[in-house]
């Protein structure tokens, strides 16, 4: 899993995606939000790698002019979560049934209609894979997920890591 | 100051100090040309966008110095393609600056529109579209920077028609502030010391140098080492000239038509020490085989390099003539004795003497491809800027034709661009006007790019064209004769034309060669003929260019290496 860290401009993210898909390199999830400062956007790959593929993938991806740091947190200890939204069929009788699954795994309903729901699910991979296996009983309509985000556990911060 | 955008655009060509630019102007540059047109900066108007990209490309390979060059937008911007594309591959300066369509047409498919920036951005260091006036100062700056720092290459900005008519502010940056792009010039000290002590420690050390070198001019201290603590040197073809070819501890190209002694050397070699060079699959062959018995250090400006294809023992990112410096402050000449260096270094110049390149040139028979090198080689005194088309009038060029300073071979070695010699000579001329500009080209190759003929009569450009006419694709030719069981599937290039009829038809003067005999007053006549020369040189169709390591094979296994 990469940290990086690119200035905010026009075509950006396809430089990123870009390098990825002519190495060959294969982009299994990805996620892009700001930060702190403004103009610099942070952006988290996964992607499926040996080590040696994964080091030259940063070495690829630091020089492309607008990164400006690239953090390899695939060994480092981090947390990491995954925001999900479910789409889930929801007639009344089985309303309540659903919500106690859901309080089970802390996700929350946010919309409801008279025989659908839609619940925000968070958590790491397995987790939200789990809630999908439990809403699959009730006929899931549709699911958004966004990519995994993560930071270093700890006071560290991905910028203070080495190069 | 207040400018539009086309004077921004001039201001910053006179303030990087650019002497010449290459381009064609079309409906989204007529701004720009207008003002080109009233600052009378020296412009070369080639016959195609490629044409000045190549030229361009190779005013900044004999000069130093980043090529300019100019296209409109749509087709002038793709025409620029591979032009681009080979400057990319072998790390060479060049800003190229197109034009746009209007910014409120940007997206709406409108005449000539084509998305420049997003067609290059994989063969580009870094590419611009400018959406705001007042960023375009900055940017002008910010490119040629990119452009000739660090690993140099080519920047590509996109500037719409309406902004070149635009006023703005106009101050020409006197620095860029990118805290994203810093380049490693200094080497790692305690890597330089780690590297000196396995040279000290070597038995059988073998330099092998590429473009690097001649990008970072590091050819004094390259050969400085190698005679220091006395280490054999191989370099790429992109490498050629790193070492005068004439030195005793120069071994000659290595890979797939690499020389029996550098091949060798790199097989027996306990420490190849790679200055600037990548490890090209022409270079290493089959990567599992190459150099098995030796230490890696490996020095290179870009670290992406290190590790990208071997494992590197002792890596050194750095510019890699800062990083020699350094390295010869810590080495004795006494250094290259303790190990009987010596004997290593004569078992190599043994074979650099008993399998030498070879061909033979029967007087009186059909003419060889080579012999027409080494008469251009005898002729010139070695002297000339040589530049090459691609195929294999290109590798006897590099074995044949003995460069003795760097900035004089000019090649397309990475992307390996057919019709890219004749337009780089071009550039090359225009960087000296006073030097001998000779292109070797193949006649596939010169076809490619042959309407620059024009461009070369109409600014009396007194390059010298020596088409090595097979009437073969020849490379082609040979791989289908030696790994496609002899079918020569659309290779033969029978039917092109006469290329003095050509040559004169532009204005050109041209010769032609058929026999052995002829060969030294025909060079020595186009020589002395003023302007541009072709000389049709009808060479043996069916010679092959040897020694030849067969493509993911061990690079010792050559076809016609020993005698």
Known sequence: ?163 | MRLTGAQMVLACLEAEGVDVIFGFPGGAVLTLYDEIFKKGIRHILTRHEQGAAHAADGYARASGKPGVVIATSGPGATNLVTGIATAYMDSIPLVAITGQVATSFIGTDAFQEADITGITMPITKHNYLIKDINELPYVLKEAFYVASTGRKGPVLIDLPKDLQAQEGDFAYPAQVEMSTYRPTYEGHTGQIARAANAIKKAQRPLLYAGGGVISSGAHEELLELSRKVSIPVTTTLTGMGGVPCDYDYFLGMPGMHGTYAANNAINESDLLIAVGARFDDRVTGKLETFAPQAQIIHIDIDPAEIGKNVVTHIPIVGDVKLVLKELLKRLQPADGDIHNTREWCQKVLEWKASNPLRYRQEPGSCLKPQYVIEELYRLTGGEAIVTTDVGQHQMWAAQYYRVKRPRALISSGGLGTMGFGFPAAIGAQMAFPEKQVVCIAGDGSFQMNSQELATAVCYNIPVKVAIINNQYLGMVRQWQKFFYGGRYAHSSLAGSPDFVSLAEAYGASGFRVTRPEEVAAAIEAALNTPGPVVIDFQVDPEENVLPMVAPNTSIVEMIGGEE
């Open chain 1, 1 to 163: 899993m990469l940290a990086i860290l690119v200035e905010d401009r026009p075509g950006v993210l396809t430089r990123v995606s870009g390098l990825f898909s002519r190495r060959g390199y294969n982009i299994q999830n990805i996620a892009v939000g700001r930060t702190m400062e403004p103009g610099i956007s942070r952006m988290t790959v996964t992607v499926e790698a040996d080590p040696l593929t994964v080091e030259q993938i940063v070495k690829q991806l630091n020089k492309l002019v607008n990164v400006l740091k690239v953090s390899d947190m695939t060994d480092e200890p981090s947390v990491g979560r995954e925001l999900m939204l479910v789409k889930v069929k929801a007639e009344p009788g089985r309303r309540s049934e659903i919500q106690q699954m859901a309080a089970t795994f802390r996700a929350k309903i946010i919309d409801l209609s008279p025989d659908s729901m839609i619940i925000e699910v968070t958590g790491d991979e397995q987790k939200l894979h789990a809630f999908l296996m439990m809403m699959q009983e009730f006929g899931i309509k549709e699911i958004a997920s966004t990519g995994k985000i993560s930071l270093l556990r700890g006071s560290k911060i991905t910028r203070d890591m080495k190069a």
